[in-house]
């Protein structure tokens, strides 16, 4: 329960009134005086992102991150299947309570293996409540057409039984603009107790900033990205609506912020006199500065922070109209690198003119570096960003903000950039305790608003950054925390939208994840039983989407990637599956052949889950001890199947094609297309071939009972013991307790692995049976290796401790 925890951060106030006569939805539940409403459509996959996440973690130890652990500890009893309203409320006794609101369905609460639950119904109510009490933690609950509410509070369930409470239209909106694909959602409002601002200065309050937020969140395990949208109803009251009228210009601050420094504010405009305007009305009583023709030819004004120095910059699209304003500030005080430094006479003419935006007012000194007018008080930081202006060693050439303002668009009205120090003293601003972290490597975090139409696009980061790996490095780049140990050997599966790769696996509860390769954990989902083999993915629609397909002992699956079982699967069977299932597509077209494999007997499917009538091949003498397999050699179409006496080689409709001249006693390796053969080994080590007609062929590849063997269709690969065979080179190796090679074929080389279970070492070959630099590694089971993203690196993935998976780039 600890993921809760983390709204603090990220989630401000939403109090609403709404609720409907006819209330078919969640939204139709949030309790009055809400404070935070949290939207999920995964919990599960929440969860795990939150534990997942390196820096909310950061702030486990903090007294509101544990006093809402405690208080949600009951939120773990629920098993939904939809979506996930959280709300929290003040009452009038300045408490905070909790709801959540779901669909209801039978299995949504499992209590009946908990030893610390109980449960009774209240007795005189009118509707029927139920009050459960779990470890220390007591909440109630009733259901409501169709709707499970439960509460820390019985007098918020009392009232969600009223029909009469008005509608809030304008709440319906916000909640339609959140989206159902990201980790979290957060409708959010600005006047709580809890977050006082998302800015640097004590001036820009969220309370005068804006009235609310409704943001989506996405957390990985090492960035947390936010987008959604700001509101304010009255366009005289909240800071964010003097950039109505306004166009958002290009930021470039960060073209002549030091990278040394703390970070900037920025914000633009097409032309000063509507926003000048729009502060007039802003400040109602305030004055404004006289004489502000400095600003007529300026788009964008910046604060660049270093400690507790600040310098304002004016980026101008008209050098020399803004020189002239200045006509009168041109007494040099001092030149440095061969740039003039002026006094300034107006020290307080920003702060007069922007403030809240700025309220520095002891800009004493300024200089000109090209359309960058920058004025400051302090010398050494005027000389700091000259001397990193000339240099090109300014923010906008540094690789965390590049890989940041990848997530950011280039145009903001109002722009925050801010490095560990700054970010540490926002968020600090919004606890009433001292906050003991470490942000160091959240080298860069940002955060944009860009006016639009009476409302504001908001987009945030917060980025752990990543030093440049040296050429050969090998990075870890992701530890994955799952909440059980794993069971099954992680691997790579193509998300069919983006074309890149992500991660499967089990855990020993049978839960199957799918994550991506950012490390968040996307899906997570129960089956019955342990995945035997490997998932294949098929297209079963023939549409470009493909889905996972797979076996356990009594189960055959086809999942898509949103974690849903496609009708009609899955099939059960009574008696149980004995090889993982096989999966063949004869000639390419998506007219799939699903092969279940239960003792002696192999039984073919379509993917209509009906069984082949045209697969005459039923049963073999004996136990099949390998995956059926499926070879093309010339326009032939071969089927494998495996005994340990025997190899069934047959066509299409499962009649014999092959009949091998020599029996053999085989080893339980699979069956390989090596050479235009079907290739495997025998009990004693010797390598086995048959070709098509029939022909056996054995060689004696002096490999010990146990052993392991691997091939394409022109490399052999062979690991016995402590020698690692690569073609005909053949290593010896340490004595340990090996998995078998893996082979892989990426951008035209050749890569084999294994993995010393005994030592926790994964080694890395290439085809000439040398190891890559920096090798082995630590893991716990077989790598996979493959191109994962849009870069050309290779990454791997292998399990790491028992519940955690890893994954390591090449460099």
Known sequence: MRFFCFSLLLCLTFSCTNTKTNRQQPIDYIPENTSVVLKTSNLESLKSSINNSDLLQKFSKTNPYNNLESKLESVSLLKPKSDVLICFSNTKADSLEFTVITKYHDQLVKTDSLPNYKEETIAGSKQKITKSTFNKSTFYSTVIDSMFIASSSKTIIDAAFNNDRIPNSELEKIYNTTSNDRTLSALVKADNPIIKSLFIEDTLSLKAFTNYLAVDIDVSQNEIYVNGISKANDSTESLINIFKNTVPQENQIQNITPSNTDGFLSFTFRNFE??????????????????????????????????????????TIDVIATEDALISEQNTIDTFRETEVYSFSKPDIFSKTFSPLITFNNASKYCILDNFFVFADNMDLLQNIITNYQNKTTLSEKDVFIQAKEQLVDASSLMLVANPTTLKQVISQNFDEELNINLDHYNISALQFIYDNNFAHVNGIIKKGKARAEENAVSEELNIKLDNDILTDPQFVKNHITGEKEIVVQDIKNNLYLISNKGKILWKKELQGAVLGTIEQIDIYKNGRLQFAFATPNRVYVIDRNGKDVSPFPMKFNDKITQPLAVFDYDKNKNYRLLVTQGKHVLMYNDDAKEVKG???????????????HFRIGSKDYIVI?????????????????????????????????????????????????????????????????????????????????????????????????????????????YISFTDLQTHKAYLFDSQAKLLPNFPVYGNSPIQLDNINKDRNLEFVTKGESNSILLYQLN
Do not use: M, W
């Open 642 to 750: 495996k005994t340990a006496d025997k190899l069934y080689i047959l066509d299409r409709t499962g009649k014999t094609r092959v009949t091998p001249k020599t029996g053999y006693a085989y080893s339980t390796e699979p069956v390989f297309e090596y050479n235009n053969t079907f290739t495997t080994t025998g009990v004693n080590g010797h390598l086995i071939s048959v070709d098509t007609k029939g022909n056996v062929a054995s060689r004696n590849l002096n490999l010990s009972e146990k052993h392991s063997l691997t091939t394409s269709t022109k490399s052999l690969v062979a690991q016995s013991e402590n020698k690692l065979t690569i073609k005909n080179k053949t290593i010896e190796l340490d004595y340990g307790n090996y998995t078998a090679p893996g082979f892989f074929y990426l951008n035209d080389k050749i």
């Open 274 to 315: 509507n926003l000048k305007t729009n502060l007039q009305a802003y400040k109602k009583q305030d004055s404004i500065a006289n004489n502000t023709e400095l600003f007529n030819n300026i788009i964008e004004v910046g604060v660049i922070y270093q400690d507790n120095d600040r310098a304002v910059v004016l980026n």
């Open 615 to 629: 697969f005459t091949f039923k049963s073999a003498d004996n136990t099949i001890i390998t995956t059926p397999k």
